[in-house]
């Protein structure tokens, strides 16, 4: 609650830059476990949540980009599923804004792609959905120096499960930066944002 006694809306609490320059470890934290998802995603074949590549900040083909630092990741399948469902996730951490602003502008799929209407997350966001696929979802926001990307198979072009994961994680991010324990999760934010409707 605000002062004036009235919620807050919850993107509201993902507008707080990440600028602090985290450790792998840290970045590592912030990563959501399986279970800090959307229920029934079980981890995936990595098993763990997990520090990146540096390809894993830049767009498809394309090298790291300038001022990258580190990434994480988390790779997650859908309990029972007979199709390649699942969510894979990247946070990539980079010396500056700029440096951060230059790589979220080449991030964006956008051959094929359609953008999907969902609220912000972070400083800035963009959601889209695959126009040849299974409705396989693309999310994408920047917060301070970090960049965070998630891609949703088999989504049916539904943003929710992107839009959740990607607050989620920044949310989670926050924590840490703040330097408390990491524990956002992706359930109590939609039950949040439920309540605020």
Known sequence: MSETGKARPFKD????????????GELTQAIPDAEDLVPGYLPGSLHKRMPGEPDDCAPLDAPAPAGWQRVGSGDYDYQGSTVSRGIDLEVCQFDNVAHAKAAYNQWPETEETDP???GRV???SVFLAHSE???TVYGYSRSGTVITRVTVEDAGAD???AH???AATVKRLQQVQAGQRATATAPEIAAVEQTQR
């Open 116 to 118: 999907l209407e969902t």
């Open 13 to 24: 609490n993902t507008d707080v830059p990440l600028t602090k320059q985290l450790s792998r």
């Open 133 to 135: 696929s299974s409705g």
């Open 159 to 161: 943003p929710t499960d």
């Open 122 to 124: 972070g400083e800035e």
């Open 164 to 166: 959740d994961v990607l």
